[in-house]
């Protein structure tokens, strides 16, 4: 007695298309008649579906057949796993038109309309009081900036300009050098002691963005906060880097 499988209610085919240029791997139910199956077709590939012509081809990519049966059912062609169905454009569209974005019309709204707006993630984010309209947590943010300002005025207050003083930045062994400027900076918020290393171990010449804050050669500059700088008696160090 002669036995013959049944085929998996599901096929996984490739979809290509003379519109563009890449191949996506889809998975459709055998049971959809070629009509219903060019509905589908539309999201994937751009096209109408009632300009569309569909061919088969085989996983070794050889021409099977035209799927031109709207009627028929997908499963009634030889589409198996790893097929390729190609979709060929009737419109009058060109190849790569809907690839390129940029001439996609884009839907925008006006501040003041996103406002009233009650679907919204900033209409959510204000009902659930999160984020920047968490008013409390920006209070709270807000003052412990100012405590930390605080502390680093205080302790830039006690590091003189022209004082010879100690680096020790966490995972760095410890560098000596000159103070030679003490205050706030336009690069970053809060205060900032910039000191010229005793040997080329920084990072600028004591300008940073363009703006200078004090002179000294190139790669002997740094910036760092005024918690990690340790003013004293601290003589040169002869670290060796002139050495050949």
């Known amino acids: 007695m002669e036995v013959t499988g049944l085929s998996a209610p599901t096929v996984t085919v490739f979809i290509s298309s003379s519109l563009n240029s890449f191949r996506s791997e889809k998975r459709y139910s055998r049971s959809l008649t ?121 302790q830039a207050g006690a590091i003189p300009v022209g004082s010879r003083c100690e680096v020790q930045v966490l995972g760095q062994p410890p560098r000596r050098g000159t103070v030679m400027y003490v205050g706030l900076t336009d690069f970053k918020p809060g205060y900032w002691v910039g000191v010229c290393y005793d040997e080329p171990l920084g990072k600028n010449d004591g300008s940073v963005n363009g703006k200078r804050y004090f002179e000294c050669q190139a790669k002997y500059g740094a910036f760092v906060k005024p918690a990690v700088v340790t003013v004293g008696d601290f003589p040169e160090e002869d670290y060796g880097l002139d050495e050949m």
């Open 34 to 154: 070629i009509a219903e199956f060019k509905c589908k077709l539309e999201l994937v590939v751009g096209s109408p579906a009632s300009c569309m012509e569909l061919e088969l081809y085989g996983v070794d990519d050889k021409f099977y057949s035209k799927l031109d049966q709207e009627d028929a059912l997908l499963g009634s062609y030889p589409v198996d796993d790893g097929c390729r169905i190609h979709v060929i454009d009737h419109s009058g569209a060109r190849l790569g038109e809907y690839e390129d974005v940029s001439k996609v019309e884009k839907y925008e709204v006006s501040q003041e309309a996103y406002d009233q707006r009650q679907d919204s993630v900033r209409s959510f984010l204000k009902r659930s009081k999160l984020g920047r309209y968490n008013e409390e947590e920006k209070a709270q943010r807000e003052a412990e900036a100012a405590q930390r300002l605080s502390e680093e005025k205080t």
